[in-house]
């Protein structure tokens, strides 16, 4: 029996170290959905189509439409046209850190009818307060918390 004590050791020992890392990679990539209050957060996007049979303003519109709703947001307009080809979204109140990358995720990495974006800056300018959103949390559909 004495020789079976350090196999098990070891095995309670690489288990014990799995639980640990699973529960700081939880937390470590959890949406909180903070929020800068009084805020804005600018989305300077480009867009990308392929055999897009619309036009560019649609595109842009139907792409913003589908990503903004992954982050907590009380006021947003659509897309206007800007310099080089890009398109500008505001954002209120301002986003978070957690929240500006689920945002750019979704824009860069969503294709929605053939359309997908690349997102050139995404600065928060005013209210650097943080709060939680008392949006629902769109992963799981109940309020944050």
Known sequence: MPRALPRVLALVLVAGATVIGLLLLSDATKYRGVQHEGGETRVVFTIDTNRYQHEVEDAAETLWSACVGSVGWEESNLPRPAAHDRWV????????????????GSLEDATVDRIRGDVVSMPTSGGFSPRRSETRDPDRGRPDG
Do not use: H, I, N, T
């Open 89 to 104: 979204a505001p954002v209120r109140p301002g986003l978070g850190e957690d929240s500006r990358r689920r945002l750019r």
